[in-house]
């Protein structure tokens, strides 16, 4: 694992999001991007962990697709992308560039509702 600081994370953050389709970018409503170093404590119980799972990114927050008349004065939606997690699955820059950016990607889809059958489905129809 190499050493990259917060602000250089959050550079490569905004570039993603910069090269991302931007009609869903546009789209995404109160939604707050954020990064840690790594999940919380909290986090590895909600999404049930084991012990050397590696979780990348993390949408919390309620899609799109449910939400309802009611969906007034609520918190922001999450999306937290993992620095430490993702500098484990990288070997160079490009690398960590293009897995920010698909850890971004899964998240935004999240948001919109796509569970992770339907996120599998569109990326073989794109390749």
Known sequence: ??????????????????ELPQEYIKGLDNVAIVMADE?????????????????????EGIPLTQRGAGYTFVLPDKITLFKHSILRVVRNDDELFEQIKRTLWHEIAHYYGLNHAQMDKLQSKNK
């Open 1 to 18: 694992m190499f050493e990259l600081t917060d602000e250089q994370f959050d550079t490569l953050i905004t570039r993603a999001m910069d």
């Open 39 to 59: 999940p919380t404590e909290e986090q590895k119980i909600k999404m049930k962990l084991r012990d050397h799972a590696i979780l990348l990114g993390l949408y």
